[in-house]
């Protein structure tokens, strides 16, 4: 049989069992909020995807030849970007 130093304060066991349960709790938060950063990625990699073949099919539309560089203003207007 071990050796005891005593019996611990059955508040001290409470707390140290809150804080744990808390500390799982924050740990299961946190497991969902990386899940939805995960999907969050996942959704603006397609977006960008989208809007990539968007503006591919728009500068065909316009007849802007492959490999130049352009911009869309807020105007909705095509133009060229200098490098």
Known sequence: MSET???VAPETVNAIAQMRER?????REMGKME???????REIGDLENRTNGILKMEAERLEIPEGVTWSLTPEGKAIPVEE
């Open 5 to 7: 130093f005593g019996d």
């Open 23 to 27: 500390a799982n709790l924050l740990l």
């Open 35 to 41: 899940f939805q950063k995960i999907q969050m990625s």
